[in-house]
C-alpha cells in the first residue's frame, strides 16, 4: 500500500484562492493516478489531497512513489508544493463498501503513519519492505537515512527508512 500527501496546500489555498487552489489538486490526482497506473497500482481513495493506492508488491509501490515524486516535481519545480509518500506491504482486509473497494487494519494504518514520517519528495518504509530485494534494488542509489519512531497507534517503535530524492526527483522518471 502507498499513502501521498500533498505538501504545501493548506498554504496554496489561501495563496490563489480555493477554486485555482482546487484546480492545482485535482491535476496533482492526475499526476499521481498516471503513475499508479503506470506501475501497476489503483488508487482506492482521496482523502482531501492525498491518495491510498494499492500494488500487487512492495517493489512497484516503490517504483511508482519514486515516478509520483518525480512527476510532481517536474510540474512544481519552484518547490512551494510537494508530495511525501509512505509504502507499506502485509496483509490486511478487503471490504467492499459504498460500491467501493477498500481496505482496513495494521498494514494500512501502518502505511498511513509512514507518510506522515516523511517530507516533501521523501519515502519512508520500513525496514523489511527496505530490505525487500526488488525494493533494495531500485532504491540503492537513493540517499537514505534509517531513523526509529514511534507511531500512533502502533505500539513498538518501528525501524524504518527515509529516501531523499530532492535531488535527482526530476531525473528518475521513466
Excluded: W
Amino acid at each position: 500500500l502507498l499513502f501521498s500527501d500533498l505538501v504545501g496546500s493548506t498554504a496554496l489555498y489561501e495563496r490563489v484562492g480555493d477554486a485555482r487552489a482546487f484546480a492545482i489538486v485535482e491535476e496533482h490526482f492526475r499526476l499521481m493516478g498516471g503513475a499508479v497506473s503506470a506501475h501497476g497500482g489503483a488508487i482506492l481513495k482521496t482523502m482531501g489531497d492525498a491518495v491510498m493506492a494499492s500494488f500487487p508488491s512492495a517493489a512497484d509501490a516503490a517504483a511508482a512513489a519514486v515516478d509520483m515524486i518525480a512527476r510532481h516535481d517536474a510540474a512544481h519545480p519552484d518547490g512551494e508544493l510537494g508530495v511525501k509518500i509512505g509504502v507499506h506491504a502485509g496483509p490486511c482486509l478487503a471490504v467492499r463498501a459504498n460500491e467501493r473497494l477498500d481496505f482496513f487494519g495494521t498494514t494500512v494504518n501502518m502505511a498511513a503513519r509512514l507518510q506522515a514520517q516523511a517530507a516533501a519528495s521523501e519515502i519512508v518504509v520500513t525496514e523489511d519492505v527496505a530490505d525487500e530485494p526488488a525494493v533494495a534494488a531500485l532504491l540503492e542509489d537513493v540517499p537514505r537515512s534509517g531513523f526509529t519512531a514511534a507511531l500512533k497507534g502502533i505500539e513498538s517503535e518501528q525501524r524504518l527508512l527515509r529516501f531523499d530524492l530532492r535531488d535527482r526527483a526530476t531525473s528518475a522518471r521513466p
